[in-house]
């Protein structure tokens, strides 16, 4: 999910790596997400947060396969163990709030250049995952109950995505793949927008 800006990354002394030029050109759209899902009053009330949850279930169902997909490991390894699907099944059971049922819709992932699109806006999210907790302490929530999904990795946020960038960073691709990369991020962003109408209409 997008997290609230900015995303900490190298600065390289030339050219721009691949994830800062994602950056540069989703700002826009992330920026929309962010707005818009800040403005719902997620922190007003359990059930406003249980509602943000579930559209933290439906983005992660959507990407759950990328997880396990051995191609994708092998260019990613920090991609292990990251998918957060079942922390977010059981933050709704503690909320007391049913999982969302499967979507009418599923995306289309695309290649392999779109679906790291689509990693870099999920991957992404967990950025802002400690702020969130923090704001969420406020309805008695925490890492261990109700906002599990959003508790950082054991070593730490920052040092989570600078991996996590670097190896998407080293991933060689041709013009047409890199348009792809960036089509996939666009994606994601538009899907997350889909989900929080869906929830929140």
């Known amino acids: 999910m997008p997290v609230p800006h900015p995303i900490p990354l190298p600065d390289p002394p030339s050219a721009l790596s691949r994830a800062q030029r994602l950056k540069a050109r989703t700002d826009q759209a992330h920026r929309r ?37 051995p191609v994708l490991l092998r260019q990613l390894p ?19 709030v049913p999982v969302p049922g499967p979507s009418a819709a599923t995306p289309d992932l695309g290649t392999l250049a779109h679906r790291l699109g689509w990693l870099y806006v999920v ?9 969130l907790l923090k704001m969420a302490a406020r309805l008695g929530l925490h890492q261990d109950f109700g ?23 080293a991933i060689v691709l041709d013009p047409p793949q890199e348009t792809a990369v960036l089509q996939g991020a666009e994606d994601a962003f538009a899907r997350v927008v889909h989900h929080v109408e869906a929830e929140f209409r």
Do not use: K, M, N
């Open 33 to 69: 997400v962010d707005e818009r899902i800040l403005g719902l009053g997620i922190f007003d009330s359990r059930a406003a947060f249980a509602r943000f949850v579930r559209v933290h279930h439906r983005l992660y169902a959507d990407v759950q396969g990328l997880y396990a997909c």
């Open 78 to 96: 920090s991609l292990a163990g990251r998918q957060r699907l079942s922390l977010i099944e059981r933050d709704l059971a503690d909320l007391d």
């Open 123 to 131: 991957e992404g999210s967990a950025l802002g995952g400690a702020v």
């Open 147 to 169: 906002a599990r999904h959003l508790a950082p990795a054991a070593q730490g946020v920052a040092a989570t995505w600078r991996r996590f960038a670097a190896e998407l960073d």
